[in-house]
Each structure stands twice: as C-alpha cells, then as structure tokens.
C-alpha cells in the first residue's frame, strides 16, 4: 500500500487525502469544467461504467455533485486532482457504506486522458484502501468489473483484491454481449 502524506480532517466534509502525486478531496462546484463533463460522455472511457447509460450534462453533473456534497455519511466520493491538486483527474468512490456489516463498495475513474497509465488508479485506490481500514475503520472493500476490462482488473490486484466471485452474463457490455461480472474483495487483516 502506497503511503498516505497526510489525511487532513475537516468535519462532515471528507478529509483532504494527500499522497505523493495526489490530492483527493470533495469536488467543489467550481472544479467541474466542461473537460470533466466531456470524460463522462467519452465512449471510451465510460464504455465498461455505468454512467454510459445516462447522458451527462454540467447540471446533471453538479446535482451529482450536490448529492455527494450532502451526504458525506453513506458515500464519499472524491476528486482526484493532481499537478498540486489543480486538475482534476478522476474519481474514487465508495459507495454502499454499510456500517452494520464494515464493509464498502470502491470504484474509481482516471478520466483525463494524459493522466492515464502513470499509475495514478493504483495511487489512489491505495489512499482510499488506507483511509477505509485505517480512519473509517472499515472491515472489508469490495469491487466489480465487466469481464475483459483488464485496466479495472490490474489497478484492483496491485492493490490486493483477490478474486472472490463472477456473477455469470450479468451485464451488458458496449458491444451488447453479455458478459460475466468479477467480484473482487479485499480485507483489513490482510493488508
Ligand atoms: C482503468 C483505469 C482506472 C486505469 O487507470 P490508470 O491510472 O491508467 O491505471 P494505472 O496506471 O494505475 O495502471 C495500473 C496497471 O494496470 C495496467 N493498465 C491500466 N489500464 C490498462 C488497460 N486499459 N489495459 C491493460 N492494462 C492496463 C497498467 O499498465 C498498470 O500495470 P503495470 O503497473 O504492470 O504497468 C482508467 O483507464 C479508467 O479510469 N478507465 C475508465 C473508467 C473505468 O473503466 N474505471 C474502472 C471501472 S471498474
């Protein structure tokens, strides 16, 4: 697990995670360009998320983000910025907090394309698996790919998920085949 520089507190806020090339933080109002509107209508990077199915404009995008905003409780999804958290870059999200059973769902996105494939995914999952076991307390992540997507596959095994299921032909892909979906999981006692 990469290390945390500082997790920086800020009450009902989510806290400003700083690690060696990243900021991850709440994305305010102000941060959502329409670059970052324009990521969440790229085919190629949206084609293995869910959000494909629902045309994202900026007022679609900052209701999103007020919701967010609102509840910091039952998820937390942060902005990944870098060059001294200037641009945002992408997003980790954890979703489903249950606290009765200590688990979360993460996914994540490294939307900006001239940030891809410099380990940047890998980074901040590390953050957010180091803040989930070690500030909330959290017992066990969990995550879910569509089969094929070896991007998703890679950054989650770097970070220690193991295989744990595959929900057979349960999605639609971008190409209208169905497909498996891979259930990773990871949990505290093993990091
Ligand atoms: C998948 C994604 C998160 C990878 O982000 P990234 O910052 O480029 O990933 P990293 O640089 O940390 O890569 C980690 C490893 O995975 C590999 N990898 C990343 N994307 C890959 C791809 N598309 N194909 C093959 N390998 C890939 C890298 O080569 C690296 O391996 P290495 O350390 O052995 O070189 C990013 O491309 C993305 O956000 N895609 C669109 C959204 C998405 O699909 N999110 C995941 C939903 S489950």
């Known amino acids: 697990m990469a290390d945390i520089i500082e997790i920086k507190k800020r009450g009902d806020r989510l806290p400003i995670i700083k690690t060696e090339r ?3 933080r709440d994305i305010e109002l102000k941060d959502i360009s329409e670059e970052y509107v324009s990521w969440l209508n790229n085919e190629s990077i949206t084609k293995y998320l869910e959000i494909r199915f629902v ?9 999103y983000i007020l919701s967010k905003l609102s509840d910091t409780v039952n998820s937390k999804h942060f902005g990944v910025y ?5 641009r945002l870059i992408g997003t980790v999200t954890l979703s489903i907090i249950n606290y009765k059973h200590s688990f979360a769902e993460v996914s994540f996105v490294i939307g ?12 901040a999952l590390s953050a957010i698996v180091h803040y989930s076991f070690y500030d ?5 992540l969990i995550a879910g790919y569509y089969e094929g997507h070896i991007g998703s596959s890679n950054v989650l095994k770097k970070n220690g998920f193991v ?4 929900f ?5 892909n971008h190409d209208g085949i169905r497909v498996d979906q891979i259930v990773v999981g990871l949990l505290s006692k093993d990091v």
Do not use: C, R
């Not at 900006?112 to 980074?123: R, V, Y």
């Not at 295989?163 to 595959?166: K, L, N, P």
């Open 82 to 86: 870098d060059n001294d958290g200037k």
């Open 55 to 63: 045309p994202q404009t900026k007022a679609v995008v900052e209701k």
């Open 136 to 140: 909330l307390k959290i017992s066990k």
């Open 168 to 172: 057979k032909k349960k999605l639609i």
């Open 163 to 166: 295989v744990e299921g595959i």
């Open 22 to 24: 990243l900021i991850l």
């Open 112 to 123: 900006h394309k001239d940030a891809q494939g410099k380990g940047f995914a890998t980074e």
